[in-house]
C-alpha cells in the first residue's frame, strides 16, 4: 500500500544560493513538487534518503525536524 500526500506549496522552499554559486542547487530547486503521484507508472526504482541532522538547519536559521525525518519515513 502506498500512502502519498502532496507537500504544502509553503514547505517547498529554501536558500537560493545561486547568485554566489551558480551551481549549487537545493533540493527544492532540483526536484518537483506535484499534485498527484502515481507510483505504478515509474519504470525506474524510487529510493527516498534521509540524514537524521538538525546541525546545518540551526546554522542557516532554518526550520529544526531534519533529524526527526528518516524515522517518520515508512
Same mark, same amino acid.
Given at each position: 500500500? +502506498? ?9 517547498w ?11 549549487a542547487?537545493?533540493?527544492?530547486? +532540483?526536484? +518537483?513538487?506535484?499534485?498527484t ?8 526504482k ?16 532554518g ?12
Amino acid at each position: 500500500m +502506498t500512502q502519498w500526500y502532496p507537500a504544502s506549496p509553503a514547505l517547498w522552499q529554501g536558500r537560493d544560493d545561486s547568485i554566489e554559486a551558480p551551481d549549487a542547487r537545493r533540493l527544492f530547486q +532540483t526536484v +518537483t513538487r506535484s499534485e498527484t503521484f502515481f507510483p505504478e507508472n515509474w519504470q525506474q526504482k524510487i529510493a527516498l534518503m534521509g540524514f537524521a541532522c538538525d546541525e546545518g538547519v540551526k546554522r542557516n536559521a532554518g526550520r529544526p525536524g531534519a533529524a526527526g525525518g528518516p524515522g517518520r519515513v515508512a
